[in-house]
């Protein structure tokens, strides 16, 4: 009897212990790990002007999952690859929330965005209509000639000012051509002249809005707070919005007005849009309309102009690169000839660039945040309900483990590789991943190598100043996007 009381006592006591072992490891799913917060600040405090690189050396001390508390928020920062992969990939519907700006909600424009709705019916149906209207590739086909002919512009513009003997401010000059294809795309009208900075209201108003989102918002760290608007930045972005929702205002009456007349019918996406509204006035009514308009004018114009200049700027910082890309342009296209879509895949140097551009200048180095509408398990770890989640493209770009030098400017790390940018090597995600990733790639990766390849085909490029190109000035200025901190301004000379 002894014996079996023994026996049953060690089975049981053997369960309890599997119970509590259990138990244990169910406690043992912790937070990542990362600084202690300050009271009521948190960790607000180590993220300094440029949050990237803050964030990146953060992640050296505690690794590629990292926990901060900014402020109220509870923040997690992805700083390597195959945690970005493991985020934006395999658990990319988990992570699919929008952690939404104060400055964002100004005019209900998060409500309609694209680019900051949640994931939801509506969602899904403004985004396809996007993607086929948009950035289809027969769309993007069908719409060369306009990008051929906004590029050709820019050369006259660069050609004008070389005649001249005045500097070519890179980022300015890129950005109106942006601005003028995207705006022919959806208006059928030129919003900038590219030989004129007397109509600056549009330039100034898109550019307020991008301002005034990437600065720090204390509404973003204590939600308590968004009823007071303490830094006024939600008004100021208010105003922005309806100046150029007015200004769209404008355009749909008039294009309405065109159609009751009877007008001939345009081809661009205005007109597609209005039609679509016609026939589905509940789902996509004004509001929708005019946020889709912001997010194409915004994405499409900020990213690719920074893009540009970056390129530019570390081409003139390494002249041998610049002497390279003429090279093989005058080659493969011709020196001083046009360049067209159809030759940017014979171009292979100059890909390169561009992707050793986006490596280390990706248009937005925290992706736009995101957020988990419950628990989350992500490697050992427990990601809360409601938590913010950053991916820190920028650290990934320049990780140590993966990249060769990484804090040097090489275009031919490239040669050999065939890597890509479309979301699907995480080393080089400049654009995101996943089913947020940013929805106006494909018109970027047509028209940063026809924009970039033009100039370089078409003149020859000095810094406005007399300092040594190695010494140009290459300072960031943290935002939702990356710009570069001071214009790069360059004299040009003919081929």
């Known amino acids: 009897m002894h014996y079996y009381t023994l026996v049953f006592g060690s089975i049981l006591a053997l369960a309890l212990l599997y119970i509590l072992a259990k138990l244990s490891s169910k406690g043992t799913k912790k937070l990542a790990p990362g600084p202690s917060p300050w009271p009521i600040i948190g960790n607000i405090h180590l993220l300094g002007a440029k949050p990237n690189v803050s964030l990146a050396n953060l992640a050296k001390i505690y690794g590629p999952i990292m926990s901060l508390k900014l402020g109220q928020m509870t923040t997690f920062v992805i700083s390597s690859s195959s945690m970005a992969k493991q985020v934006l990939k395999y658990q990319d519907q988990d992570f699919s929330g929008r952690i939404v700006p104060g400055a964002i909600r100004a005019h209900k424009y998060s409500k309609f965005s694209i680019l900051w709705s949640p994931i939801c019916p509506e969602w899904r149906t403004h985004r396809k209509i996007m993607k086929t209207y948009i950035i289809s590739s027969n769309k993007l086909d069908a719409n060369q000639h306009l990008r051929s002919q906004k590029v050709k512009e820019l050369i006259a513009y660069c050609a004008k000012c070389c005649q001249e003997g005045e500097a070519v401010d890179v980022g300015q000059a890129a950005f109106k051509t942006n601005l003028n294809l ?289 010494y140009l000035d290459m300072e960031e200025k943290f935002g939702l996007t990356l710009a570069k901190a001071h214009p790069l301004r360059a004299i040009l000379s003919p081929l």
């Open 182 to 470: 995207v705006s022919n795309i959806i208006f059928s009208k030129d919003l900038a002249d590219p030989f004129s900075d007397l109509n600056v209201e549009l330039k100034d108003i898109i550019w307020g809005i991008m301002a005034e989102i990437g600065k720090p918002n204390l509404v973003d760290f204590y939600p308590i707070l968004e009823k007071f608007d303490l830094q006024g930045i939600r008004r100021r972005t208010t105003i922005h919005i309806d100046k150029l929702f007015k200004i769209f205002d404008g355009w749909i009456n008039e294009r309405l007005e065109e159609k009751r007349k009877g007008s001939t019918e345009k081809s661009d996406y205005l007109e597609t849009i209005l039609n679509i509204s016609e026939e589905n006035p509940k789902e996509i009514d004004h509001n929708y309309i005019k946020s889709a308009f912001l997010d194409l004018i915004v994405g499409a114009t900020d990213t690719t102009t920074n893009t540009v200049e970056w390129a530019m700027a570390e081409i003139l910082k390494q002249p041998e690169i610049m002497k390279k890309a003429q090279a093989e342009l005058a080659e493969i296209i011709g020196k001083g000839k046009s360049i067209e879509e159809a030759d940017i895949s014979r171009l292979l140097y100059l890909q390169c660039i561009i992707k050793e551009t986006l490596r280390m200048h990706p248009p937005a180095p925290l992706i736009l945040p995101r957020s988990v509408h419950q628990n989350v398990e992500l490697c050992d770890y427990i990601i809360p309900k409601g938590s913010q989640v950053l991916v820190n493209v920028w650290a990934i770009g320049r990780d140590i483990t993966f990249w060769e030098d990484p804090l040097v400017f090489k275009p031919e790390r490239f040669w050999s590789s065939d890597m890509d940018m479309r979301g699907q090597d995480f080393n080089l995600i400049p654009f995101g991943a996943g089913r947020r990733m940013c929805p106006g790639y494909p018109l970027a990766l047509r028209m940063i190598p026809t924009i970039l390849g033009s100039l370089l085909n078409s003149f020859n490029w000095k810094l406005e100043t007399d300092i040594e190109s190695k």
